[in-house]
């Protein structure tokens, strides 16, 4: 991405305007199935130029919500508007909206050019137009030297950027993206996330991704929505919904994440005085009100906490014994079994060659996990 659309990826936060109108809004929104509810009297606000996530795991509902904005699934009850106008009487194909499948669902008889022509054909539109859009396409998905290939010639890769192609030949306001990159390799999704989010801010149009993969979600979008049966938990950017999560939920669903149950002793100044357990005393960030005797859980990320041999001065320690080990290359994770019976990771940057990360700690060592107030903060619920 270069430097001026980062920049406005930076400052793109219209959810924060009051006056900004949505490009698309869910309004208490329910799809049943018979006697299951998929989604529940679910409200949502997307804006125009956002790249959006549905995030949660299977069965959660967020294909469906997806589908009734496509069109191909109707609402029970409240309604879905686009600009402002109720979709309800209109149908997918009078949508400005195009969907690409996890399947890519290409025609395997048609070459790749015929494949992203395929639906400005169908519309009428005049073959040497066509020739021109698709040429665009092409370019713009850098597979220039693929366009007489079908698609039993090309990668799974290749593939994908074809049925993209194809889905934004027709210059839709809306590409909707179901698990779009499933069936790429670890790299190659990787480096596909980054290059959507350049083509994303290349042609200002809304994107909407479901996934259940919480990095890709955080990757490409400028806000998540974290779904649970049905209804949505949390809307937040993604590094707000990381560092701030609503729920014990939303925290473990969004990353690792370690959890500590606890009761409050004392609460002042937006730092709660907790409990364990085990009888260790911790002090924490808690902004929301912690009264005292309430049961709350400490929650800490991996990266967050620190871990030592020799007990550290200060508070905020939790002890325990070294459970397990996992060398990543860049960083080493302990998996450590605290003395209130949790277990907790500890994640450390291996930031030398010949010394690795915390070298001196082995299996079965005693250890001492210590966090600091700011850097953990108190779940309610």
Known sequence: MNAKSSQQRRTFQPWEDADAVPFIEFRNVTKRYGAVTAVDNLSLSIYERE??????????????????????????????????????????????????FQSYALFPHMNVEKNIGFGLKQEGMPAGEIADRVAEMLSLVKMQDFAKRKPDQLSGGQRQRVALARSLAKQPKLLLLDEPLGALDRKLREETQFELVDLQEKLGITFMIVTHDQEEAMTVSDRIAVMQQGKIVQVAP??????????????????????????????????ATLETAHGEELEISCPDPCPAGAQVWMAAR????????????????????????????????????????????????????????????TWEDRVWLSVDPASALVLTE
């Open 51 to 100: 790249f959006f996530a549905l995030l949660g795991p299977s069965g959660c509902g967020k294909t469906t919500l997806m589908r009734m904005l496509a069109g191909f699934e109707e609402v029970t009850e409240g309604a879905v508007y686009l600009e402002g106008e109720d979709l309800s009487s209109t149908p997918p194909y009078r949508r400005p909206v195009n969907m690409m």
């Open 238 to 271: 993604p590094a707000q919904m990381y560092e701030q999560p609503a729920n014990r939920y939303v925290a473990d669903f969004l990353g690792n994440i370690n959890l500590v149950a606890a009761k409050v002793v004392t609460s002042k100044g937006g730092i």
């Open 302 to 361: 991996p990266e967050k906490m620190t871990i030592s041999l020799d007990k550290p001065k200060g508070g905020n320690q939790l002890a325990g014994t070294v459970w397990d080990i996992a060398y990543l290359g860049d960083l080493t994770i302990f998996k450590v079994k605290l003395d209130g019976g949790e277990f907790a990771r500890v994640s450390v940057l291996n930031t030398s060659l010949t010394d690795p990360a915390a070298k001196a700690i």
